[in-house]
């Protein structure tokens, strides 16, 4: 059993989210190269279903932009440094309800209307999603040691251009 500091937290971003975090960074980090979802999927070791589902989001979105044709694939529709974190957040998480309560067509909880946990959880959620609208996909690529190490992981995974 592992214990843990009570600073730690274990909230969590669906894996919808969190592979389209991963996708916009691939297409921010290589914008001149058009990328297949297979070739991400490929690269990230990830399900290729799951990432077409991701894309759609992402193109409906307007973050992502599709290439249709035989040397088709995606790219990004806005520069990176239009595109904040946090919007891609909203955009891709389905389901904001930390707790019951938060849930109103599912609520059941017998005390919510006078536990008061709502409202602090609401702005904890709120301050949250605040820090990530102050980064953009931009400023995760300012730092150009990482962009290159992020680039030799990436590359191990890359398939063989035909």
Same mark, same amino acid.
């Given at each position: 059993m592992r214990l843990r500091s009570p600073e730690v937290v274990d909230l969590r971003l669906t894996l919808h989210t969190d592979?389209?975090?991963r996708m916009l960074l691939l297409l921010a980090l290589e914008p001149d190269e058009l990328h297949t979802i297979a070739s991400v999927a490929q690269r990230y070791k990830i399900s290729r279903n799951h990432?077409?589902?991701?894309?759609?989001? $992402?193109?409906? =979105?307007?973050?992502?932009?599709?290439?249709?044709?035989?040397?088709?694939? $995606?790219?990004? =529709?806005?520069?990176?440094?239009?595109i904040k974190i946090g919007t891609v957040v909203r955009a891709t998480e389905d389901n904001y309800a930390l707790v019951e309560c938060m849930g109103r067509d599912r609520n059941v909880c017998v005390v919510s209307s006078a536990c008061g946990l709502r409202r602090p959880l609401e702005d904890a959620l709120n301050a949250f999603l605040g820090v990530l609208d102050r980064y953009t996909l931009g400023d995760l690529m300012q730092n150009q040691g990482r962009s290159n190490r992020m680039r030799r992981l990436l590359e191990v995974c890359a398939p063989v251009p035909l």
């Open positions: 592979y389209a975090l990432l077409m589902k991701v894309a759609q989001t $992402l193109i409906q =979105a307007g973050f992502v932009d599709s290439v249709r044709g035989r040397r088709g694939g $995606l790219k990004l =529709a806005k520069e990176p440094g239009e």
